[in-house]
T-cell receptor
Framework: DAKTTQPTSMDCAEGRAANLPCNHS???????VYWYRQIHSQGPQYIIH???NNETNEMASLIITEDRKSSTLILPHATLRDTAVYYC???????????????FGTGTRLTIIP | SQTIHQWPATLVQPVGSPLSLECTVE??????LYWYRQAAGRGLQLLFY??????ISSEVPQNLSASRPQDRQFILSSKKLLLSDSGFYLC??????????FGNGTRLTVT
């Protein structure tokens, strides 16, 4: 799996947009960018993923640069419940195999400030 | 919709005692199932995965074993726990090319 780098921590005011960056400069053409988050003492929660186009779902938006070397996860209106560690990972496109050796790294600890 | 249940949420066991953690998935059939361990401040370590009933692949030689007696049931076991088995254990599932979905984990403390 390609390595990703993220800031260790970020703060965001409640109600504002939280923008979490991720660098994945060694990503290959068949790898997706995935975002998960982990609230304290819970399992990781899938948020969103994308290949090269921007994506949006009910939780967040994902903006991927044209060269695919970096991406930004956007939480449009952050709430206190969005306080968590956010992980950016890359994963091969044809990942239908059993083996899922996800490399989560240390992620970004996002704190939403009231 | 699909849901994953993992229990217990926390467990304290003495060294040398047996272990059984259970995970079940609802709302899907023939999922791939996974057991991970997460050490504090570190990433996930894949322990076992299963692509079908009775089919178990082990990623790390260790004191643990896994079984899949039913399509949507995955069990993590040990005959004799070691101190080093303490950690946060996560069950996960996926189907085909879908994202991996995790349970809420079991925090195991071996004393």
């Amino acid at each position: 799996d390609a390595k990703t780098t993220q800031p260790t921590s970020m703060d965001c005011a409640e109600g504002r947009a939280a923008n979490l960056p991720c660098n994945h400069s060694t990503i290959s053409g068949n790898e997706y960018v995935y975002w998960y988050r982990q609230i304290h003492s819970q399992g990781p929660q899938y948020i969103i993923h994308g290949l090269k186009n921007n994506e949006t779902n009910e939780m967040a938006s994902l903006i991927i640069t044209e060269d695919r070397k970096s991406s930004t996860l956007i939480l449009p209106h952050a709430t206190l419940r969005d306080t968590a560690v956010y992980y950016c990972i890359v994963r091969p496109r044809l990942s239908n195999f059993g083996n899922e050796k996800l490399t989560f790294g240390t992620g970004t600890r996002l704190t939403i400030i009231p | 919709s699909q849901t994953i249940h993992q229990w217990p949420a926390t467990l304290v066991q003495p060294v040398g005692s047996p272990l059984s953690l259970e995970c079940t998935v609802e709302g899907t059939s023939n999922p791939n199932l996974y057991w991970y361990r997460q050490a504090a401040g570190r990433g996930l370590q894949l322990l076992f995965y299963s692509v079908g009933i009775g089919q178990i692949s082990s990623e790390v030689p260790q004191n643990l074993s896994a079984s899949r007696p039913q399509d949507r049931q995955f069990i993590l076991s040990s005959k004799k726990l070691l101190l080093s088995d303490s950690g946060f254990y996560l069950c996960a599932w996926k189907q085909g090319n879908s994202p991996l979905h995790f349970g809420n984990g079991t925090r195991l403390t071996v004393t």
